[in-house]
């Protein structure tokens, strides 16, 4: 059976979210908005799903690749506009009705998660902020590996390592390969993304840190969407750079060294990830 599913473009009202790579492509606890909607598609029958795209068509194929690991066959095709579900059903589904999920499960524009219709996610960051939160009860699926419940409304991911004297407040989603520091309070409503570094003494509540964003010693996120040094209150729809690295930054990528892991309470897991999180900001701190 076939499936469209048609990627947001533009939204102005979550602009800041989409600078380095398209909507369809950005992480909301742990997976990316368009793994969800493929996710869902393969649950109800598909089997082969055309993904139509506006915006960094290539950066959309190269997350999700053929589609194999939801045993699907996936397409993604650049398009010039980004059209509505009958829109997309006129020009591209065939007149072999039989070959297709019955409408409405056969297009899709994702605007929202599957089962959430109520919640939309690109209107504004606070709506964004509040889907993530909404899912957070529901996001320890059996497909997540590695996850687990480590106290009432503590999520954590694989290869997370959470340092003794941190302050876990529920609820709050620590993805995977995260590395949190001694002294940090992390909570209430705070997501951490995968491969997200907080520096000792750091706060966030009422927050999601995007993947790959380091958080400096004794900083303090609440009420925001910081993504490397793009930081958005959501309460009050604003957005700035932050210029000051050992504040709030984007991890960059280092070559693996060996180096003594520190003394923590390790949730899983070989340390390679977060040696090489520790050598970039060993390397911007002194």
Same mark, same amino acid.
């Given at each position: 059976?076939?499936?469209?599913?048609?990627?947001?473009?533009?939204?102005?009202?979550?602009?800041?979210?989409?600078?380095?790579?398209?909507?369809?492509?950005?992480?909301?606890?742990?997976?990316? *908005?368009?793994?969800?909607?493929?996710?869902?598609? &393969? #649950?109800?029958? +598909?089997?082969?799903?055309?993904? %139509?795209?506006? =915006? /960094?068509?290539?950066?959309?194929?190269?997350?999700?690749?053929?589609?194999?690991?939801?045993?699907?066959?996936?397409?993604?095709?650049?398009?010039?506009?980004?059209?509505?579900?009958?829109?997309?059903?006129?020009?591209?589904?065939?007149?072999?009705?039989?070959?297709?999920?019955?409408?409405?499960?056969?297009?899709?524009?994702?605007?929202?998660?599957?089962?959430?219709?109520?919640?939309? *996610?690109?209107?504004?960051?606070?709506?964004?902020? &509040? #889907?993530?939160? +909404?899912?957070?009860?529901?996001? %320890?699926?059996? =497909? /997540?590996?590695?996850?687990?419940?480590?106290?009432?409304?503590?999520?954590?991911?694989?290869?997370?390592?959470?340092?003794?004297?941190?302050?876990?407040?529920?609820?709050?989603?620590?993805?995977?390969?995260?590395?949190?520091?001694?002294?940090?309070?992390?909570?209430?409503?705070?997501?951490?993304?995968?491969?997200?570094?907080?520096?000792?003494?750091?706060?966030?509540?009422?927050?999601?840190?995007?993947?790959?964003?380091?958080?400096?010693?004794?900083?303090?996120?609440?009420?925001?969407?910081?993504?490397?040094?793009?930081?958005?209150?959501?309460?009050?729809?604003?957005?700035?750079?932050?210029?000051?690295?050992?504040?709030?930054?984007?991890?960059?990528?280092?070559?693996?060294?060996?180096?003594?892991?520190?003394?923590?309470?390790?949730?899983?897991?070989?340390?390679?990830?977060?040696?090489?999180?520790?050598?970039?900001?060993?390397?911007?701190?002194?």
């Amino acid at each position: 059976m076939k499936a469209i599913l048609i990627c947001p473009d533009v939204r102005f009202g979550v602009a800041a979210l989409a600078e380095s790579m398209p909507l369809a492509n950005v992480s909301i606890l742990g997976k990316t *908005l368009v793994e969800y909607w493929l996710e869902h598609l &393969a #649950a109800v029958g +598909a089997r082969e799903v055309l993904v %139509l795209a506006v =915006d /960094r068509p290539d950066q959309v194929r190269a997350a999700i690749g053929d589609g194999a690991r939801w045993g699907l066959s996936v397409t993604v095709e650049s398009d010039k506009r980004e059209r509505t579900p009958e829109e997309a059903r006129i020009k591209y589904r065939t007149r072999d009705h039989t070959a297709w999920l019955p409408a409405p499960q056969d297009a899709f524009l994702m605007e929202t998660l599957p089962g959430l219709p109520q919640l939309p *996610l690109l209107t504004s960051y606070a709506d964004w902020f &509040a #889907a993530a939160r +909404a899912l957070m009860p529901h996001a %320890l699926t059996p =497909d /997540r590996i590695g996850v687990r419940e480590i106290e009432p409304g503590v999520w954590v991911g694989l290869n997370a390592h959470i340092a003794s004297g941190t302050n876990l407040i529920g609820p709050c989603w620590i993805g995977e390969g995260v590395w949190i520091e001694s002294g940090a309070v992390i909570g209430p409503h705070a997501v951490l993304e995968r491969e997200v570094f907080v520096a000792r003494g750091a706060e966030i509540s009422h927050s999601v840190i995007a993947p790959e964003t380091f958080v400096g010693q004794f900083t303090e996120v609440h009420n925001s969407i910081a993504s490397g040094c793009t930081l958005i209150n959501w309460q009050l729809d604003s957005c700035l750079k932050v210029p000051d690295a050992f504040l709030l930054c984007a991890r960059e990528p280092q070559p693996s060294r060996q180096v003594p892991a520190p003394t923590i309470a390790s949730i899983a897991a070989p340390e390679s990830a977060t040696a090489r999180f520790r050598e970039y900001v060993t390397r911007l701190l002194t």
